[in-house]
């Protein structure tokens, strides 16, 4: 009986070992957007029998993202999930993934097809479409807006703006965008550029905020 237990203990931790290992690089460790990911990503380990580790900067740093991706390749992770928000910028480290058999799935921003397995996200351009239709209805076709985004190279955002600048374009004659700005996702620095915004653009009477702290 002894030799039962025994043995039952070491397919047991044969198996803990054997779980997969999944790397979440987020651009923003303890953002609240971020971490309810965070939560679905460590019920879907539970559920699927995997290993999530949760890793990142704590304020945008491409570099620092970049780094945690290749610390993840170098400690062979099964599989890595990630934002990168300057696409460009991550070309030469997803070469290194392909390269060890490291597959990427992209959440949020995405790279060219070729360079990951897959993309989890928002349909860009449906969302600035949709975010100039809804604002256009509140007030009535007429309004300066002024767009709040992470960075002017941030990929999702770049394209949810260039959308809603297009529709008020083709629909919203009199609606145009006045100015866009940049937080670096941090709630101090969007309340200061709103304010300047109000100062300097006294015409602005709407905003698009492409980030989670401008509404605050």
């Known amino acids: ?10 397919e047991e931790s044969t198996q803990v070992e054997d779980k997969p290992r999944i790397v979440f690089v987020t651009p923003l460790l303890g953002h609240p957007v971020w971490l309810e990911a965070k939560r679905g990503a460590e019920d879907a380990a539970k559920e699927y029998g995997f290993d999530v580790e ?64 897959a993309f989890i996200g928002t349909g860009m351009v449906e969302y600035g479409q949709k975010a100039a239709d809804i604002l256009a209805e509140k007030m009535d076709g007429k309004a300066n807006v002024a767009i709040i985004m992470t960075s002017l ?33 941090d709630m101090a620095i969007a309340v200061d550029k709103i304010n300047q915004i109000l100062l300097t653009y006294p015409e602005v009477d709407s905003f698009l905020m492409l980030v989670a702290e401008g509404a605050p």
Request: aromatic share 4%; hydrophobic share 40%.
């Open 1 to 10: 009986q002894a030799e039962e237990v025994a043995q039952a203990e070491a």
């Open 54 to 117: 949760w890793v990142g900067p704590s304020t945008i740093d491409i570099d620092a993202e970049i780094q945690q991706v290749e610390t993840a390749i170098a400690t062979d992770a099964d599989a890595i999930l990630n934002c990168p928000l300057s696409p460009e910028a991550f070309t030469g480290v997803y070469e290194k993934a392909q390269e060890a058999g490291i597959p990427i799935v992209n959440v949020a921003v995405d790279t060219p097809e070729e360079t990951r397995t």
């Open 153 to 185: 190279d941030a990929g999702n955002q770049v394209a949810e703006a260039n959308a809603f600048e297009a529709r008020l374009e083709e629909k919203y004659p009199e609606m145009k965008v006045v100015v866009r700005e940049t937080d670096n996702s």
